[in-house]
């Protein structure tokens, strides 16, 4: 049986980094580096996610743009349509869709809110310990 997404968040905490869609990309950079984060939410109106900016995307505007592309705002270059999932959603549901659609975060929402943010090491992490719980259980059969 696979972890749920509200366990994964249960176990590691919910804080979610967001900025606004005028943060300049250079300040969005600095961000991910002190947070040691991968990715950010952009927050528009009421708190609603209105896209998403990662590691890769920053590179990719550098690569097309040049280093001067650095103090643009955020939206000019983050993703609008993000892939959003739910906290019932399982860590094998979200592995399938991150290695499909070769993204590696994930916004979790509740009714509408954010209120999370699964990263692949997340999921690996948890599947991780479902194998090692697995092991465990097997052990204790085959020594009982």
């Known amino acids: ?3 749920s997404v ?9 804080n979610v980094f967001t900025i606004g869609p005028h943060t300049t990309l250079g300040d969005a950079a600095h961000m991910l580096h002190e947070k ?4 950010v939410i952009i927050a528009g109106v009421e708190g609603k996610i209105a ?3 990662s590691e890769r995307d920053i590179v990719s505007a550098i690569a097309r743009h040049g280093a001067e592309c650095l103090m643009q705002p955020v939206a000019s270059v983050m993703t609008t349509n ?29 009714d509408g809110k954010l209120v999370g ?4 090491g997340d999921v690996v ?5 479902e194998i090692e719980q697995e092991a465990e259980h097997i052990k204790a059969y085959i020594a009982g």
Do not use: W
Not at 6 to 14: S, V, Y
Not at 36 to 39: D, L, Q, S, V
Not at 91 to 103: T, Y
Not at 125 to 129: A, G
């Open 82 to 110: 993000v892939y959003r999932c739910n906290e019932e959603a399982t860590a094998n549901d979200l592995m399938e869709v991150m290695s499909a659609r070769r993204f590696r975060h994930v916004p979790v929402e509740k």
């Open 1 to 3: 049986m696979s972890v």
């Open 6 to 14: 509200k366990a994964m968040l249960d176990q590691k905490g919910r």
């Open 125 to 129: 992490k948890s599947r991780i310990r």
């Open 117 to 120: 943010m699964i990263s692949i």
């Open 51 to 53: 896209g998403i900016l």
């Open 36 to 39: 040691k984060i991968g990715a």
